[in-house]
């Protein structure tokens, strides 16, 4: 079963440091998003990206923070300048195009990018 | 914008017990309702989900419940298992006031099965 994946697994950085997190979505998946995941908390959403934009985020997703697909299989999400609050675990996530307009199709999660903030 | 309460926070049954989790949602335009269980360190792994076109949906041991009319829908699990232990969100999908469909989160509900 094709899956999400993310890399790396864990990236430590000090604050004020800039980070990429990258992703490779299931290959015929459309809409693209990033979670994040304070430990021991709910999974927040930060952005959904589809066809080449930002389509929606939170009010998390500050200027610090971008989206990227600079290629064909590649979602990256970029912190400018880590702060220690946004030590997370950062779940890239995809789904399909949905069937008409029922937004319908499940989204699947990558293992996530456990980000550590010093 | 869409807000989903999920209760209890932590559950704990014996094992062959059952499991109800309950969740309400606030988007009257939301249409899909899914239930991810994530264990510990893990991703949040799709179970079941329903679809507002439908009031139940059951999978073996897990179903699920919708309400429109009063915007709850519950996860139900039988004869519980050791394995079931983890954290089980709710979710349901944004539409109204111009979300294009990203999911959002209930705050979770940790499982404990004892053997």
């Known amino acids: 079963e094709p899956e999400v994946t993310q890399t790396p697994s864990h990236q430590v950085t000090q604050m004020g440091q800039e980070v990429i997190l990258r992703c490779v979505p299931i290959s015929n998946h459309l809409y693209f998003y990033w979670y994040r995941q304070i430990l021991g908390q709910k999974v927040e959403f930060l952005v959904s990206?589809?066809?080449?934009?930002?389509?929606?985020k939170s009010e998390i997703f500050d200027d610090q923070f971008s989206v990227e697909r600079p290629d064909g299989s590649n979602f990256t999400l970029k912190i400018r300048s880590t702060k220690l609050e946004d030590s997370a675990m950062y779940f890239c996530?995809?789904?399909?195009?949905?069937?008409?307009?029922?937004?319908?199709?499940?989204?699947?999660f990558g293992n996530g990018t456990r980000l550590t903030v010093t | 914008g869409e807000n989903v309460e999920q209760h209890p926070s932590t559950l704990s049954v014996q094992e062959g017990d059952s499991a109800v989790i309950k969740c309400t949602y606030s988007d009257s335009a939301s249409n899909y309702f899914p239930w991810y269980k994530q264990e510990l360190g893990k991703r949040p792994q799709l179970i079941i989900d329903i679809r507002s076109n439908v009031g139940e949906k059951k999978d073996q041991r897990i179903a699920v419940t919708l309400n429109k009319t009063a915007k709850h829908f519950s996860l139900h699990i039988t004869e519980t298992q050791p394995e079931d232990s983890a954290v089980y969100f709710c979710a349901a999908r944004a539409l109204g006031g111009g979300s294009q469909g990203n999911l959002i989160f209930g705050k979770g509900t940790k499982l404990s099965v004892k053997p």
């Open positions: 996530a995809s789904r399909a195009h949905d069937r008409g307009n029922s937004y319908n199709s499940p989204l699947h």
């Open positions: 990206f589809y066809n080449n934009e930002i389509s929606e």
